[in-house]
């Protein structure tokens, strides 16, 4: 069995208990980590407080300079992380390499220079010097979807502000935060600066929103999970950033080109087999070209491959866990009883072995579905007609979450005038590309704060102002 990393080192977890890694793909067993408990957390908390005058008082630029060499060492070992990745989490290989690892790699690569030109500023406001300091000892608590790079999204910026941390990742993919661990380890950071341990939410996640020892705790997950881990973080009146669900709209506008924003709308919606929070799970299309869109999202669904990590020609991998799997069976028997029709996949075991579903859409999608609403996190698309702006719009901003989306439309012009109105954190314009610089994170119950860039990073500093 693994170990976890408190003070710079491999420690045993004082409970003794594992939990077993599983890969999705064949359903075997690969590893085992220890299910941390909150003896364990209080010793990490204890490591990332002795480390943090130190840290803190580190120039942002040699900061930075080991975040740079964390960055080098990720892209020097990419292959055997991407292949970490694949196993632990079911992602093609070639998805693990470009988006799980390399992705991650920038983003590291980006607070190493955020750190020098961001973190030691100094303002002056009339007679006052405005300081920007670390929020101090951070807890970090990471999902299984993007095992890496959600770890990175929270460590990177933390440990550029001068933070210390303490990180829970996912017990269901956990070994990507272990190989990130020893390339903090090489890269030089000094012992009790980052600490991991490994467990279940309910115990370890619950232990750091609570500790009072812990200044922040960053969060990604279920919206459901975020409101326990603020109101544990409540008690102690923590700083709380969490980023949770989606429901996210692929509005395509009536002059749009139909063709290729079903097709970019499609891949939006089955990225990571449908296992990520912005996932573009709604197409909405003008009723004049409803049908003609669900023909051409069935025929695209068809050419999604299903298969095995690193088998050739697989699009799709499995879903993570059985459990997982279960959870978007429960939806896709949901919305056939609501009256959605199918009109691609559906089917919940279309491998002998592995937690595999097919890609999926429905058509015949009204409003106020469980299917419309409810995040599924599998390869699933709900296309929905609308008649006019106004009510793609209304349909658009009709879930309870507000994190990620779309608009297609005949000019840029055009597309960013209805973008302004969506109420969501960040919108594609007519097939936009993710930018790990600018800023991520949702409005409503999808979460509180931002990710990424320079915006990211602010979550992470406290502002003093001294009167002079």
């Known amino acids: 069995m693994r170990q976890l990393y408190v003070q710079g080192a491999w420690v045993s977890s004082s409970s003794g208990e594992g939990i077993d890694v599983v890969d999705p793909s064949t359903e075997q067993v690969i590893d085992r980590v220890p299910a941390g408990s909150p003896g364990d957390v209080d010793r990490a908390v204890s490591a990332a407080r002795a480390a943090f005058p130190a840290w803190s008082g580190t120039a942002a630029a040699d900061r930075g300079k080991i975040l740079k060499a964390a960055a080098d060492l990720l892209k020097e070992r990419a292959e055997q992380m991407a292949r970490t990745i694949a196993t632990d989490m079911g992602s093609p290989y070639a998805f693990a390499l470009k988006v799980q690892t390399l992705m991650p790699a920038a983003v590291l690569a980006d607070h190493a220079r955020l750190a020098e030109e961001r973190c030691d500023r100094e303002t002056r406001v009339g007679d006052s010097l405005v300081l920007r300091e670390p929020v101090g000892v951070v807890g970090a608590i990471t999902p299984w979807n993007y095992p890496l790079h959600q770890v990175v999204c929270k460590v ?122 912005s996932a573009l799970t709604r197409m909405l299309v003008h009723r004049d070209r409803y049908d003609e869109a669900a023909g051409q999202a069935a025929a695209l669904a068809r050419t999604y491959t299903l298969g095995g990590p690193f088998e050739e020609g697989t699009r799709l991998g499995p879903l993570v866990s059985a459990a997982q799997r279960e959870r978007v069976v429960h939806y896709l028997n949901r919305g056939q009883e609501e009256g959605a029709r199918l009109v691609a996949g559906g089917g919940d075991r279309p491998l002998e072995r592995g937690y595999y579903v097919e890609p999926t859409v429905f058509a015949g999608v009204a409003p106020g579905m469980v299917i419309e609403q409810e995040e599924i996190f599998g390869p699933v698309l709900s296309l929905i007609p609308y008649t006019s702006v106004d009510e793609a719009v209304d349909i658009a901003n009709g879930t309870p979450y507000g994190l990620s989306g779309a608009v297609w439309g005949g000019t840029q012009e055009e597309a960013v005038a209805v973008a302004r109105r969506l109420r969501t954190g960040q919108v594609a314009i007519n097939g936009g590309r993710f930018n790990t610089s600018a800023p991520f994170g949702g409005y409503k119950q999808s979460g509180v704060g931002r990710e990424l860039g320079e915006f990211g990073l602010e979550e992470y500093l406290e502002v003093k102002s001294l009167q002079l």
């Not at 661990?181 to 490994?198: K, R």
């Not at 969060?219 to 969490?242: D, E, P, Q």
């Open 156 to 277: 990177a910026p933390a440990l550029a502000a001068g933070c210390t941390v303490v990180l829970k990742p996912s017990e269901v993919a956990p070994l990507a935060a272990y190989a990130f661990a020893e390339i903090l380890h090489d890269a030089g950071l000094p012992p009790g600066v980052f600490n991991m341990v490994s467990g279940p939410g309910p115990v370890v996640g619950e232990a750091i929103a609570s500790h009072p020892g812990v200044d922040m705790v960053s969060f990604t997950g279920s919206t459901g999970a975020g409101r326990r881990v603020a109101a544990l973080a409540s008690h102690t009146v923590k700083r709380v950033a969490l980023e949770l669900g989606g429901k996210s709209a692929n509005l395509i506008l009536p002059d749009a080109d139909l063709a290729t924003a079903v097709k970019l709308g499609v891949a939006g919606a089955f990225i990571n087999s449908g296992q990520t929070c």
